[in-house]
């Protein structure tokens, strides 16, 4: 009897120690996994910045990642050649003025839709998720800008903040969701206090949508900032009120025709860094959210 309890005892520990060995196994193979896609998406990075720190006949023999004499004049004629300052505010105006109409537009819709019941929501919930799957890339350039004539905004970045707003409803079904972790009592509280429904939204779910609009905020600025194709149609003919991604292709050749690969990589990292500022802001709700999702 002893004798097979001391082998049970021998075997319930050898296999406890392969359980052992397996899990940090399993979790080294997760680090290293996670390490190698973390270089794979850094690296391109460093090599910009190090780059915007080079001359050109050196980044045009290559081979190197680190410049032999380090050129920081780059970002100062990247910033007046490219008119930096005129193409950065219209970038902010661009993506400021689509964040807060995206999220108006979608935190009311997502609301509306998970606590109020009205004919065809199934349907409008159904076309918001459809809009996802067709893209709004440059085939349906020319029906938005024709669009755009007729409402005499096709000269103007509003017409550019419309057509993006109008693109909402990844946001809409983030907040959805987001929305549907709030407690339905904190309503019924409020309307025995004599609050109407416009009155809730903005009193009371709108602040505890916070997280959920910061996440928000963060993927549509990010968007809007990047968006490239729209603001250079919708701008040919005033270029003052280009953005900074458009701007950005003033840096490809100088004035002898010469490509300048060390200002537009100069001009890249100048661009990134508003994108940079952003995350740090919204990086606090986007941790909220995720731990409420994990934690729910």
């Known amino acids: 009897m002893e004798v097979t309890k001391s082998i049970?005892?021998?075997?319930?520990?050898?296999?406890?120690?392969?359980?052992?060995?397996?899990?940090?196994?399993?979790?080294?193979?997760?680090?290293?996994?996670l390490l190698i896609t973390a270089l794979l998406i850094v690296f391109p990075v460093i090599v910009t910045f190090l780059g915007s720190f080079m001359s050109n006949l050196e980044i045009t023999k290559g081979g190197k990642i680190f410049p032999s004499s380090w050129h920081f004049e780059n970002y100062k004629e990247a910033w007046v050649q490219a008119n930096f300052a005129r193409f950065t505010w219209n970038s902010l105006f661009l993506s400021g003025a689509t964040t807060i109409g995206v999220l108006t537009v979608a935190s009311m819709a997502a609301y509306?839709?998970?606590?109020?019941?009205?004919?065809?929501?199934s349907i409008y919930v159904a076309?918001?998720?459809?809009?996802?799957?067709?893209?709004?890339?440059?085939?349906?350039?020319?029906?938005?800008f024709e669009l755009m004539v007729k409402l005499n905004l096709n000269t103007s970045l509003w017409g550019v903040v419309l057509i993006l707003v109008s693109g909402h409803?990844?946001?809409?079904?983030?907040?959805?969701?987001?929305?549907?972790?709030?407690?339905?009592?904190?309503?019924?509280?409020?309307?025995?206090?004599?609050?109407?429904n416009a009155g809730i939204f903005w009193r009371i779910i709108l602040p505890?949508?916070?997280?959920?609009l910061?996440?928000?905020?963060?993927?549509?600025?990010?968007?809007?900032?990047?968006?490239?194709?729209?603001?250079l149609v919708?701008?040919?003919t005033n270029p003052k009120l280009q953005t900074l991604t458009v701007g950005l292709s003033y840096l490809r050749y100088g004035s002898s025709a010469a490509v300048q690969t060390h200002y537009m990589l100069a001009g890249a990292c100048l661009s990134i860094l508003p994108l940079l500022v952003v995350y740090m802001i919204a990086n606090r709700s986007?941790?909220?959210?995720?731990?409420?999702?994990?934690k729910g």
Not at 218 to 226: E, K, Q
Request: net charge positive.
């Open 8 to 33: 049970s005892a021998v075997q319930i520990k050898k296999q406890t120690q392969s359980f052992s060995v397996g899990k940090w196994g399993g979790r080294a193979l997760l680090w290293l996994f």
């Open 112 to 121: 509306v839709v998970d606590r109020i019941n009205f004919p065809g929501k």
């Open 127 to 144: 076309i918001q998720a459809s809009t996802m799957f067709i893209s709004i890339g440059a085939v349906v350039i020319r029906p938005q």
């Open 169 to 196: 409803a990844y946001i809409f079904f983030i907040l959805l969701s987001f929305l549907k972790g709030i407690s339905r009592d904190l309503d019924e509280a409020a309307r025995i206090d004599g609050c109407s």
């Open 208 to 212: 505890l949508m916070r997280p959920g």
């Open 214 to 231: 910061g996440v928000g905020a963060l993927f549509t600025f990010c968007g809007a900032w990047n968006e490239y194709l729209r603001p």
């Open 234 to 236: 919708f701008t040919m």
């Open 286 to 294: 986007f941790m909220q959210m995720t731990a409420g999702s994990l």
